[in-house]
């Protein structure tokens, strides 16, 4: 396995794999995700692939085909003057192909990550996971991810009002 940026030549794998994602989070919220679409399209991707910015690793077996992928974020979080500014890597999304987990490459994705936010002089790698996402949520603290923070709601329907 070798892990590297995204060549135009991935975009149709990584699309595949953006569905089963999307899938994964219309089962949870399906008031919030919409099934059967993707949260990029194939055009977003091509953008992105140059974006330096926004560098999406993948997992790419010996004859170069993606097993997964790393959609990450250049980001400096500080929000006010009361907050220390510092360069963050954020994980945007992360994925490996339904047939090929168990093998360690979400692992190997994430270790990737947190080297690359390293070479790239980042304080932290960050994430967001949806409440009731539960293997990626036990998948994340296995990788040593701490909550930093909540983000909560409240529906506002006919119960609310």
Known sequence: MNIRRAKETDIKKIMELLGQVLEIHAAIR??????????????????????????????????????????????????TSTMVPHKSLYIDDLCVDEKYRGKHLGEALFEHV???????????????????NDTAERFYEKMGMT???????????????
Do not use: H
């Open 147 to 161: 909550t930093k923070e909540r983000m909560m709601e409240i529906i506002l329907d006919e119960r609310t009002l």
């Open 30 to 79: 399906p008031d919030i995700f919409v099934s059967g679409t993707t949260k990029y399209s194939e055009d977003d991707l091509k953008e992105m692939i140059l974006d330096d910015e926004k560098p999406i690793y993948v997992a790419a077996d010996d004859e170069d085909n993606c097993m997964g992928y790393a959609f990450c974020q250049l980001k400096n979080p500080a929000f």
């Open 114 to 132: 947190k080297r690359e936010a390293k070479r790239l002089g980042c304080y932290e790698v960050t994430l967001c996971v949806w409440n009731g």
